[in-house]
Nanobody
Framework: QVQLVESGGGWVQPGGSLRLSCAASGFTFSSYVMNWYRQAPGKERELVATITSTGRVTNYAASAKGRFTISRNNAKNTVDLQMNSLKPDDTAVYYC????????????WGQGTQVTVSS
């Protein structure tokens, strides 16, 4: 069955770094756009970073640009999110998402990993 398993979350002080990883299985990973979303308490889920199926194109939310880097390895079926210069506002549950842009759109989600940035 389809699985997206995130890892790498935790607590970090402001200015620190974390690297999130997502391991995918059960579907054709290389065909899917991969996204990282996050959801902070009391807020809507927010798209943070996107990488196309080939990995050639990436896109970031304004809040992440210049600090976060998304990457993927289609041979290993993994997608990572390197997060640097973390701020308290980055505190959220981070979700890995696989999206296939057909009609209707097909989405798979991970269970989420908590990132807490505080001193």
């Amino acid at each position: 069955q389809v699985q997206l398993v995130e890892s790498g979350g935790g607590w970090v002080q402001p200015g620190g770094s974390l690297r999130l990883s997502c391991a995918a299985s059960g579907f054709t990973f290389s065909s899917y756009v991969m996204n990282w979303y996050r959801q902070a308490p009391g807020k809507e889920r927010e798209l943070v970073a996107t990488i196309t199926s080939t990995g050639r194109v990436t896109n970031y939310a304004a809040s992440a640009k210049g600090r976060f880097t998304i990457s993927r390895n289609n041979a290993k079926n993994t997608v990572d999110l390197q997060m640097n210069s973390l701020k308290p506002d980055d505190t959220a549950v981070y979700y890995c998402n696989a999206a296939l842009y057909v009609v209707p759109r097909r989405d798979y989600w991970g269970q989420g990993t908590q990132v807490t940035v505080s001193s």
